[in-house]
């Protein structure tokens, strides 16, 4: 089994809709970490967690929000979802310790019509 | 702003030596990652450098010149596996992460 386990893997929804993206980890770790993946750019980080009650944004985080139930859960939210939302989520996990590399999830697929 | 550089796309052939290149401009510096992302999945972690000089790890070697604002990742021995994708990421002053946009590796016979 994965240590990060992302779900739903593929999803294709309408623009308007409330999607949620969830993340969990059995790797123990403090901090995760949701970004978006496009085409021809760079990983864009859109919300972090230091722990389940340190929430921050990252660059990207209009027209997204969070949640983190659990140590080991952090849920990403698009309330209203766009078309130009559509993209590959992945939600990563870090120890808070050098080089604290980032362990990712499989990758979530959302397509919004 | 902060920059990260790579080039888009290179090719080589199995057995070879292949060289990726990754120049940053960053606001300080606390490290830089090499990644691997194969297509459709999710990257892993390669390596780590945070002092000048040359990391081995078996076919996978890592170099940075914090000076120069640069770091390459060096593949002996290619592998068709080694067709994938290459992230390099800077951890900034605020130990955040500025991310390249990736060199798609492909590897012929």
């Known amino acids: 089994d994965a240590d990060v386990t992302q779900t739903p893997r593929n999803r294709i929804t309408k623009t308007g809709k409330r999607i949620m993206l969830e993340c969990s980890q059995t790797?123990?770790?403090?901090?995760m970490y949701w970004y978006r993946q496009d085409p021809g750019l760079g990983l864009r980080l859109i919300y972090y967690s230091f722990d389940v009650k340190d929430i921050n944004k990252g660059e990207i985080s209009d027209g997204y929000s969070v949640s983190r139930q659990a140590q080991a859960k952090f849920s990403l939210s698009l309330e209203s979802a766009i078309p130009n939302q559509t993209a590959l989520y992945f939600c990563?996990?870090?120890?808070?310790?050098?080089?604290?590399?980032?362990?990712f999830g499989e990758g979530s697929r959302l397509t919004v019509l | 702003g902060q920059n990260i550089d790579q080039p888009t796309e290179m090719t080589a052939t199995e057995g070879a030596i292949v060289q990726i290149n990754c120049t940053y401009q960053t606001s300080g510096f606390n490290g830089l990652f090499w990644y691997q992302q194969h297509a459709g999945e999710a990257p892993t972690f390669l390596s780590y450098?945070?002092l000048d000089g040359l990391e081995e790890k078996g076919r996978f070697s890592s170099f940075l010149s914090r000076s120069k604002g640069y770091s390459y990742l060096l593949l002996k021995e290619l592998q068709m596996k080694d067709s994938a994708s290459y992230l390099c990421?800077?951890?900034?002053?605020?130990?955040?992460?500025?991310w390249g946009a990736g060199t798609k590796l492909i590897i012929k016979p």
């Open positions: 990421a800077v951890k900034d002053s605020n130990y955040q992460l500025i």
């Open positions: 790797k123990g770790h403090d901090r």
């Open positions: 990563a996990t870090r120890r808070d310790r050098e080089p604290g590399e980032l362990f």
């Open positions: 450098n945070v």
